[in-house]
Nanobody
Framework: QVQLVESGGGLVQAGGSLRLSCAAS????????MGWYRQAPGQQRDLVAS???????NYADSVKGRFTISRDNAKTTVYLQMNSLKPEDTAVYYC??????????????WGQGTQVTVSS
């Protein structure tokens, strides 16, 4: 089993910054990708940013130039630095980790979610 622990959400004024963290632990053979998704009330859960095992990153158009995804040297913790926050960034943010086992079968694991609220 793999456990994900998220932290760093909160309330911030428009234009402010927050940094989210997601630490993965447990039975991990290989992490193929890590990412952040968000879900606003009444909306679907959408990709915000992702990073693969080789360091390739992908961002939603709405956050390009404002958000940065990164990971630690051990590649088990993923971060999301969010700058120039806007009220429309308000959502519950979820960490997702794609883990491969010894047979290279992939499993998706999700964090518990952390609330980000941006006031205008």
């Amino acid at each position: 089993q793999v456990q994900l622990v998220e932290s760093g959400g909160g309330l911030v004024q428009a234009g402010g910054s927050l940094r989210l963290s997601c630490a993965a632990s447990g039975s991990i053979f290989r992490i193929n990708a890590m990412g952040w998704y968000r879900q606003a009330p009444g909306q679907q859960r959408d990709l915000v940013a992702s990073i693969t095992s080789d360091g390739s990153t992908n961002y939603a158009d709405s956050v390009k130039g404002r958000f940065t995804i990164s990971r630690d040297n051990a590649k088990t913790t993923v971060y999301l630095q969010m700058n120039s926050l806007k009220p429309e960034d308000t959502a519950v943010y979820y960490c997702k980790v794609v883990v491969a086992n010894l047979l290279f079968k992939e499993y998706n694991y999700w964090g518990q979610g952390t609330q980000v609220t941006v006031s205008s």
